[in-house]
T-cell receptor
Framework: EADIYQTPRYLVIGTGKKITLECSQT?????MYWYQQDPGMELHLIHYSYGVNSTEKGDLSSESTVSRIRTEHFPLTLESARPSHTSQYIC??????????????FGEGSRLTVL | KNQVEQSPQSLIILEGKNCTLQCNYTVSPFSNLRWYKQDTGRGPVSLTI?????NTKSNGRYTATLDADTKQSSLHITASQLSDSASYIC?????????????FGRGTQLTVWP
């Protein structure tokens, strides 16, 4: 089992609220990622980081923001949630070696519902 | 158009039966292809990786094949169990970038009935 944790697993909030999804890994991986996944659809990369103080936007445009102040921590924030943000957000990490083979270690996901 | 297409979209089989899931890709250049298993409400977990030179690889009851010429891969599950019910995702990695850009299929939703 990979040591990557996400909280909360489920979150239901009202429109306009600020939310932060937490992601932590204890494997010492430099690379971390956030994916967004809607039911029956593929995972879309929305943010990634190669290390502390490094963050980049992914392929899918997202109004969320991320930070990487510590190697093990990669939180995702929505300043003002909207119903269109309802989705599953999955965090992942990889070492340099595993990234070269395309292997990511995924968290269990955070299912966000915005009313 | 997605560069990784999986079929069927969903599949229902009886416990103990075998099944084969398909993955066709157009990603180029090709580095490797992974099959992931994603249980409902969980993150994906890697089952097997196929590199350019590999044709067949087994992991317990799972056997993956790769035809790099036709850009097709399959995942065969033998003697299915109820715990095999999950989404199986094909992920292709290209070559050249540090990130090793990943292309995700939409998955095949497998349901195993008792």
């Amino acid at each position: 089992e990979a040591d990557i944790y996400q909280t909360p697993r489920y979150l239901v909030i009202g429109t306009g609220k600020k939310i932060t999804l937490e992601c932590s890994q204890t494997m010492g991986h430099d690379k971390m990622y956030w994916y967004q996944q809607d039911p029956g659809m593929e995972l879309h990369l929305i943010h990634y980081s190669y290390g502390v103080n490094s963050t980049e936007k992914g392929d899918l445009s997202s109004e969320s923001t991320v930070s990487r102040i510590r190697t093990e921590h990669f939180p995702l924030t929505l300043e003002s949630a909207r119903p269109s943000h309802t989705s599953q957000y999955i965090c992942a990490s990889s070492s340099v070696e595993s990234a070269n083979t395309g292997e990511l270690f995924f968290g269990e996901g955070s299912r966000l519902t915005v009313l | 158009k997605n560069q990784v297409e999986q079929s069927p979209q969903s599949l229902i089989i009886l416990e103990g039966k075998n099944c084969t899931l398909q993955c066709n890709y157009t990603v180029s250049p090709f580095s490797n292809l992974r099959w992931y298993k994603q249980d409902t409400g969980r993150g994906p977990v890697s089952l097997t990786i196929m590199t350019f030179s590999e044709n067949t690889k087994s992991n317990g009851r799972y056997t993956a094949t790769l035809d790099a010429d036709t850009k097709q891969s399959s995942l065969h599950i033998t003697a299915s169990q109820l715990s095999d019910s999950a989404s199986y995702i094909c992920v292709v990695s290209d070559r050249g970038s540090t990130l090793g850009r990943l292309y995700f299929g939409r998955g095949t939703q497998l349901t195993v009935w008792p």
